[in-house]
T-cell receptor, first 112, second 113 residues
Framework: GEDVEQSLFLSVREGDSSVINCTYTDSSSTYLYWYKQEPGAGLQLLTYIFSNMDMKQDQRLTVLLNKKDKHLSLRIADTQTGDSAIYFCAESISNAGNMLTFGGGTRLMVKP | DTEVTQTPKHLVMGMTNKKSLKCEQHMGHRAMYWYKQKAKKPPELMFVYSYEKLSINESVPSRFSPECPNSSLLNLHLHALQPEDSALYLC????????????FGNGTRLTVT
Protein backbone atom coordinates (compact mmCIF):
# COMPACT_ATOMS: atom_id res chain seq x y z
CA GLY A 1 0.00 0.00 0.00
CA GLU A 2 0.94 3.63 -0.23
CA ASP A 3 2.19 5.44 2.84
CA VAL A 4 4.42 8.51 2.99
CA GLU A 5 5.69 9.71 6.35
CA GLN A 6 7.46 12.81 7.53
CA SER A 7 8.42 14.24 10.88
CA LEU A 8 6.06 16.99 12.01
CA PHE A 9 8.41 19.80 12.93
CA LEU A 10 11.94 21.12 12.40
CA SER A 11 13.50 24.23 13.89
CA VAL A 12 16.81 25.69 12.70
CA ARG A 13 18.75 28.93 13.03
CA GLU A 14 19.11 31.27 10.08
CA GLY A 15 22.20 30.42 8.07
CA ASP A 16 22.25 26.78 9.14
CA SER A 17 21.36 23.86 6.86
CA SER A 18 17.96 22.20 7.17
CA VAL A 19 17.35 18.56 6.39
CA ILE A 20 13.77 17.36 6.00
CA ASN A 21 13.26 13.62 5.80
CA CYS A 22 10.59 11.47 4.21
CA THR A 23 9.99 7.73 4.00
CA TYR A 24 7.72 5.93 1.59
CA THR A 25 6.61 2.36 1.29
CA ASP A 26 5.66 1.75 -2.34
CA SER A 27 8.65 0.34 -4.19
CA SER A 28 7.03 1.12 -7.55
CA SER A 29 7.25 4.87 -6.94
CA THR A 30 8.61 6.51 -10.05
CA TYR A 31 8.84 10.18 -9.13
CA LEU A 32 9.25 11.83 -5.76
CA TYR A 33 8.45 15.48 -5.20
CA TRP A 34 9.02 18.24 -2.69
CA TYR A 35 6.43 20.99 -2.34
CA LYS A 36 6.52 24.10 -0.13
CA GLN A 37 3.37 25.67 1.33
CA GLU A 38 3.44 29.07 2.98
CA PRO A 39 0.53 30.20 5.17
CA GLY A 40 -2.61 30.91 3.17
CA ALA A 41 -1.03 29.81 -0.10
CA GLY A 42 -1.09 26.84 -2.42
CA LEU A 43 1.66 24.30 -2.94
CA GLN A 44 4.80 25.45 -4.71
CA LEU A 45 6.76 22.77 -6.55
CA LEU A 46 10.36 22.97 -5.31
CA THR A 47 12.01 20.03 -7.00
CA TYR A 48 11.49 16.40 -7.96
CA ILE A 49 13.60 13.36 -8.60
CA PHE A 50 13.15 10.30 -10.75
CA SER A 51 13.51 7.04 -8.87
CA ASN A 52 16.59 5.94 -10.82
CA MET A 53 18.54 8.95 -9.55
CA ASP A 54 20.42 9.20 -6.25
CA MET A 55 20.81 12.94 -5.98
CA LYS A 56 19.63 16.16 -7.52
CA GLN A 57 20.94 19.64 -6.74
CA ASP A 58 19.25 22.91 -7.58
CA GLN A 59 20.86 26.04 -6.10
CA ARG A 60 20.36 25.81 -2.30
CA LEU A 61 18.32 22.61 -2.54
CA THR A 62 19.76 19.09 -2.55
CA VAL A 63 17.54 16.02 -2.82
CA LEU A 64 18.94 12.65 -1.80
CA LEU A 65 17.16 9.39 -2.57
CA ASN A 66 18.00 6.07 -0.98
CA LYS A 67 15.82 3.70 -2.92
CA LYS A 68 16.91 0.65 -0.94
CA ASP A 69 15.71 2.22 2.32
CA LYS A 70 12.86 4.12 0.62
CA HIS A 71 14.17 7.33 2.16
CA LEU A 72 14.06 10.78 0.61
CA SER A 73 15.58 13.94 2.05
CA LEU A 74 15.58 17.63 1.19
CA ARG A 75 18.55 19.70 2.31
CA ILE A 76 18.24 23.47 2.29
CA ALA A 77 21.61 25.21 2.54
CA ASP A 78 21.96 28.61 4.23
CA THR A 79 18.37 28.52 5.48
CA GLN A 80 16.63 31.90 5.52
CA THR A 81 13.57 33.12 7.43
CA GLY A 82 11.69 33.10 4.12
CA ASP A 83 12.14 29.33 4.04
CA SER A 84 9.77 28.99 7.01
CA ALA A 85 6.83 26.98 5.67
CA ILE A 86 5.35 23.49 5.54
CA TYR A 87 7.21 21.08 3.26
CA PHE A 88 5.39 18.12 1.74
CA CYS A 89 7.01 15.17 0.07
CA ALA A 90 4.90 13.22 -2.39
CA GLU A 91 5.25 10.14 -4.52
CA SER A 92 3.65 9.15 -7.79
CA ILE A 93 3.25 5.55 -8.82
CA SER A 94 4.07 4.35 -12.34
CA ASN A 95 0.66 2.82 -12.95
CA ALA A 96 -1.36 5.66 -11.42
CA GLY A 97 -0.65 8.48 -13.83
CA ASN A 98 0.11 11.66 -11.95
CA MET A 99 -1.82 10.84 -8.81
CA LEU A 100 0.22 11.93 -5.84
CA THR A 101 0.35 10.50 -2.35
CA PHE A 102 1.45 13.20 0.08
CA GLY A 103 3.22 12.92 3.38
CA GLY A 104 1.74 14.74 6.34
CA GLY A 105 4.07 17.71 5.94
CA THR A 106 6.99 19.04 7.99
CA ARG A 107 6.71 22.52 9.47
CA LEU A 108 10.08 24.27 9.18
CA MET A 109 10.66 27.17 11.53
CA VAL A 110 13.72 29.34 10.93
CA LYS A 111 14.84 31.46 13.87
CA PRO A 112 16.80 34.66 13.23
CA ASP B 1 3.46 33.83 -8.71
CA THR B 2 1.56 30.75 -9.78
CA GLU B 3 0.63 29.87 -13.35
CA VAL B 4 -2.59 28.29 -12.15
CA THR B 5 -5.15 30.95 -11.24
CA GLN B 6 -8.02 30.25 -8.89
CA THR B 7 -11.00 32.48 -8.14
CA PRO B 8 -12.32 33.56 -5.78
CA LYS B 9 -9.56 33.60 -3.14
CA HIS B 10 -12.11 33.45 -0.34
CA LEU B 11 -15.74 32.33 -0.32
CA VAL B 12 -18.30 32.24 2.45
CA MET B 13 -21.54 30.45 1.67
CA GLY B 14 -24.59 29.17 3.48
CA MET B 15 -25.70 25.58 3.36
CA THR B 16 -28.50 26.37 0.90
CA ASN B 17 -26.36 28.40 -1.52
CA LYS B 18 -25.04 27.39 -4.92
CA LYS B 19 -21.59 28.67 -5.83
CA SER B 20 -18.74 27.78 -8.18
CA LEU B 21 -14.98 27.73 -7.85
CA LYS B 22 -12.97 28.49 -10.96
CA CYS B 23 -9.49 27.49 -12.09
CA GLU B 24 -7.54 28.50 -15.19
CA GLN B 25 -4.17 27.54 -16.62
CA HIS B 26 -2.41 28.46 -19.85
CA MET B 27 0.51 26.07 -19.73
CA GLY B 28 -1.03 23.72 -22.30
CA HIS B 29 -1.57 21.06 -19.63
CA ARG B 30 -4.18 18.44 -20.45
CA ALA B 31 -4.65 17.07 -16.92
CA MET B 32 -6.37 19.10 -14.23
CA TYR B 33 -7.14 18.26 -10.61
CA TRP B 34 -9.20 19.33 -7.62
CA TYR B 35 -7.78 18.77 -4.15
CA LYS B 36 -9.27 19.53 -0.75
CA GLN B 37 -7.01 20.52 2.13
CA LYS B 38 -8.11 20.77 5.74
CA ALA B 39 -6.03 22.71 8.27
CA LYS B 40 -2.71 21.08 9.21
CA LYS B 41 -3.33 18.19 6.79
CA PRO B 42 -1.95 17.27 3.36
CA PRO B 43 -4.11 17.79 0.26
CA GLU B 44 -6.61 15.05 -0.57
CA LEU B 45 -7.45 14.26 -4.17
CA MET B 46 -11.08 14.82 -5.23
CA PHE B 47 -11.21 14.71 -9.03
CA VAL B 48 -8.93 14.28 -12.03
CA TYR B 49 -9.68 15.38 -15.59
CA SER B 50 -7.58 14.09 -18.45
CA TYR B 51 -8.15 15.56 -21.91
CA GLU B 52 -11.29 17.26 -20.59
CA LYS B 53 -12.81 13.96 -19.47
CA LEU B 54 -13.36 12.98 -15.85
CA SER B 55 -10.96 10.13 -15.19
CA ILE B 56 -10.95 9.88 -11.41
CA ASN B 57 -13.60 10.65 -8.80
CA GLU B 58 -12.35 9.78 -5.34
CA SER B 59 -15.80 8.96 -3.95
CA VAL B 60 -16.64 12.63 -3.54
CA PRO B 61 -20.22 13.47 -2.44
CA SER B 62 -22.53 14.64 -5.20
CA ARG B 63 -22.84 18.09 -3.62
CA PHE B 64 -19.48 18.70 -5.34
CA SER B 65 -19.83 18.71 -9.13
CA PRO B 66 -16.76 19.26 -11.33
CA GLU B 67 -16.81 20.57 -14.86
CA CYS B 68 -14.07 21.00 -17.46
CA PRO B 69 -15.45 23.27 -20.22
CA ASN B 70 -12.17 23.30 -22.17
CA SER B 71 -8.51 22.42 -21.78
CA SER B 72 -7.71 25.62 -19.86
CA LEU B 73 -10.63 25.79 -17.45
CA LEU B 74 -11.81 23.72 -14.52
CA ASN B 75 -14.82 24.51 -12.36
CA LEU B 76 -16.14 23.04 -9.14
CA HIS B 77 -19.86 23.61 -8.59
CA LEU B 78 -21.00 23.58 -4.98
CA HIS B 79 -24.52 22.98 -3.72
CA ALA B 80 -25.99 22.20 -0.31
CA LEU B 81 -22.62 22.01 1.39
CA GLN B 82 -22.08 21.19 5.04
CA PRO B 83 -19.93 23.10 7.56
CA GLU B 84 -17.41 20.23 7.51
CA ASP B 85 -16.79 21.03 3.84
CA SER B 86 -15.02 24.21 4.91
CA ALA B 87 -11.43 23.87 3.66
CA LEU B 88 -8.87 25.16 1.19
CA TYR B 89 -9.73 23.91 -2.31
CA LEU B 90 -6.71 23.60 -4.54
CA CYS B 91 -6.64 23.26 -8.29
CA UNK B 92 -3.62 21.78 -10.06
CA UNK B 93 -2.60 20.98 -13.61
CA UNK B 94 0.04 18.85 -15.29
CA UNK B 95 0.96 17.35 -18.61
CA UNK B 96 -1.02 14.20 -19.18
CA UNK B 97 0.95 11.01 -18.75
CA UNK B 98 2.87 9.65 -15.80
CA UNK B 99 5.59 11.46 -13.93
CA UNK B 100 4.69 15.04 -14.82
CA UNK B 101 4.79 17.33 -11.80
CA UNK B 102 1.59 19.01 -10.66
CA UNK B 103 1.46 22.80 -10.57
CA PHE B 104 -0.93 24.16 -7.96
CA GLY B 105 -2.92 27.34 -7.71
CA ASN B 106 -3.14 29.34 -4.47
CA GLY B 107 -6.50 27.87 -3.65
CA THR B 108 -9.93 29.09 -2.62
CA ARG B 109 -10.54 29.30 1.12
CA LEU B 110 -14.14 28.12 1.54
CA THR B 111 -16.18 28.65 4.68
CA VAL B 112 -19.62 27.07 4.92
CA THR B 113 -21.89 28.63 7.54
Amino acid sequence: GEDVEQSLFLSVREGDSSVINCTYTDSSSTYLYWYKQEPGAGLQLLTYIFSNMDMKQDQRLTVLLNKKDKHLSLRIADTQTGDSAIYFCAESISNAGNMLTFGGGTRLMVKP
Amino acid sequence: DTEVTQTPKHLVMGMTNKKSLKCEQHMGHRAMYWYKQKAKKPPELMFVYSYEKLSINESVPSRFSPECPNSSLLNLHLHALQPEDSALYLCASSRAGGGSPLHFGNGTRLTVT
